[in-house]
């Protein structure tokens, strides 16, 4: 997996390209989501990797997003859903390009055991390309401000 | 499947089923290791051994590895001229005590694990550490935009930028 970091701040620029509706919390919390209902498990017990492999899946990602979905009022529960598990898509859209040397991400668990991915960059590259990553969503928050900044300056006369 | 129908159904029912897949993963993921190699040596002699628990370097040479898991520190042994550390063009030399790494054996008779390939990560810890801002941001939001009403969660108007259209139709602030 690459980082949370990398994963919230892809999250924040495809919101800010694709301005996604209210409530774009939750899109960067799907964005996470994967990881965070099985990386705690299997680093604070290791024994836990084999179970935790096939909740790191679009299935299992579903199921979380319907899941935390259901906890909201009856009008809010489609776009939350639909939030969260576009954020998810997202984050595993970012997991396949990366490259094992062991195991991989099993995308269709649990239907099939078999893993797939591009292997473009290893899971630590990540953190490497971190402060190109942040500049990008740094200067799309700068450039939005400050439009938003001038908007509102012309608004008042 | 959003209706109020059947909702504590569907939530038990959803809850049942996560314990249900990490069990039915853990059965499908059952990893060769090498306390199992050595239950029936010949069996498993020219086996790859891959999957190793969050493993650590404790030491490392020329001529073996030993790293950390569960049961205690595993020896792997380097055969002469390796060469099958990742990324390309990487050395042993590069690996170093309390580094994470990934590694393919092989198990050999009479009883020990030889090094096929591996990559050292020394990066995974501070991966994990920095992962941990990001959720204590999002957590934060959260707890401006989301309160609990009447039995369900409820997200609240954002009302701070009424005058800025685009915000009242757009995002919470970020």
């Given at each position: ?44 017990f ?44 997202l ?15 099993h ?48 608004a008042?006369? | ?44 002699q ?37 060469d ?91």
């Amino acid at each position: 997996m690459p980082d949370l970091v990398t994963h919230f701040a892809s999250a924040y620029l495809v919101n800010r390209g694709w301005k996604i509706a209210r409530g774009a919390v939750f899109f960067y919390l799907g964005a996470m989501l994967p990881d965070l209902i099985t990386r705690p498990f299997h680093i604070l017990f290791p024994r836990l990797l084999p179970a935790t492999l096939g909740l790191h899946t679009p299935f299992a990602a579903f199921l979380a997003c319907w899941l935390i979905s259901l906890f909201f009022r009856v009008d809010q529960r489609k776009p939350v859903f639909w939030l969260l598990f576009s954020g998810s898509l997202l984050h595993f859209l970012l997991d396949a390009a990366q490259r094992h040397l062991t195991g991989g991400y099993h995308w269709f668990f649990p239907i099939s055991g078999q893993t797939y991915s591009w292997g473009f960059i290893w899971p630590e590259d990540s953190i490497r390309y971190l402060p190109f990553t942040l500049l990008a969503a740094g200067l799309v928050f700068a450039v939005g401000r400050w439009r938003k900044r001038k908007r509102r300056f012309r608004a008042n006369g | 499947m959003f209706s109020n129908r059947y909702r504590s159904v569907k939530i038990l029912g959803i809850l049942l089923l996560f314990p249900s897949l990490a069990w039915y993963s853990n059965r499908e993921n059952r990893f060769l290791s090498f306390a199992e190699c050595m239950r029936d040596p010949t069996r498993y002699q020219g086996a790859e051994v891959s999957n190793f628990l969050e493993p650590r370097i404790l030491d490392v040479d020329d001529r073996r590895l030993l790293i950390s898991q569960p049961d205690g520190p595993l020896e792997i042994r380097i055969p002469k001229g390796f060469d099958g550390v990742f990324p390309e063009g990487a050395e042993i030399a590069e690996l170093k005590p309390g580094d994470s790494l990934e590694a393919v054996t092989v198990f050999r008779l009479p009883g020990y694990l030889e090094l096929k390939a591996i990559r050292g990560a020394p990066l995974r810890r501070l991966k994990i550490v920095l992962s941990i801002l990001p959720v204590l941001l999002v957590g934060f939001i959260l707890l401006r935009t989301v309160r609990w009403r009447k039995g369900f969660l409820v997200i609240l108007p954002d009302t701070s930028e009424a005058s800025d259209k685009s915000d009242r139709s757009g995002n919470f602030k970020l």
